[in-house]
């Protein structure tokens, strides 16, 4: 059920039948020249529509906002902070919580490591408090990447690359503005880079020259599958 759907009426009753509460994660954030900001939260929020149809849960409204670090400078990208993240995330529970809901499903559309650190702290803290909550943690790409990369012909598909074009031809083919070129990010890692742009000029990690729609209904049916599981596993 569409949290943001329900009355007051109708989440008393769908509680009697779910105290599971799935919150999608997305970011604004740039996806190259030829995908939109906003494809880390479309395609975990239509995973989760799709997740709703199989299971009772609670499907809150996605928080578009999410923690960029490489892309940071890139246009477009609107980024907000660790800390900013991480107390959104557990008011969020807590005000949940309180009404009943039980089972925590906090699943991201992006998979950055500072960004999911955020959300695994502020589920840790969380389960430290809340002694009766369940609490699952994770990035829709933690539940499909193996399969996804033998599904792919891209070797080591990361940012809008094969994988995100596929799943957004499927989706929402309207928003795909045709292909950028492949591309891979050149930082001189360990060390931190201010001109991020200069070091990933195209914001493509992959070649979504590679992408079709086929693959990503695949990619997309695999998502439903896993994460169905996963709520029934609660
Ligand atoms: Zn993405």
Redesign the pocket.
């Given at each position: 059920m569409i949290l943001t759907d329900c009355t007051m009426k109708d989440f008393t009753d769908q509680l009697k039948r779910t105290k599971t509460f799935a919150v999608p994660f997305g970011?604004v954030?740039e996806?190259g020249e030829h995908?939109p900001l906003s494809?880390?939260t479309m395609?975990v929020q239509e995973v989760l529509k799709c997740v709703d149809k199989n299971v009772p849960l609670f499907l809150a409204p996605p928080l578009h906002y999410g923690i960029c670090t490489s892309t940071s400078q890139h246009p477009g990208t609107i980024g907000i902070g660790f800390d900013s993240l991480r107390s959104l995330i557990k008011d969020i529970v807590i005000s949940s919580h309180e009404k009943g809901l039980r089972n925590f499903l906090l699943i991201s559309?992006?998979?950055g490591g500072s960004h999911m650190t955020a959300m695994k702290e502020a589920g840790e803290d969380l389960i430290r408090c809340l002694t009766d909550v369940k609490m699952a943690v994770l990035s829709v790409y933690d539940l499909i990447l193996k399969e996804a990369l033998d599904m792919v012909e891209t070797k080591n598909d990361s940012?809008?690359g094969e994988i995100?074009t596929s799943l957004m031809l499927y989706l929402r083919e309207e928003l795909v503005k045709g292909r950028s070129k492949e591309g891979y990010p050149e930082f001189p890692r360990p060390f931190l880079v201010r001109d991020k742009v200069g070091y990933w000029p195209g914001g493509v990690w992959g070649d979504p020259g590679k992408a079709a729609k086929e693959k990503g209904e695949k990619l997309f049916n695999l998502a439903v599958e896993r994460v169905t599981k996963l709520v029934k596993d609660f």
């Open positions: 970011t954030e996806h995908l494809t880390d395609v559309g992006h998979a940012h809008a995100e």
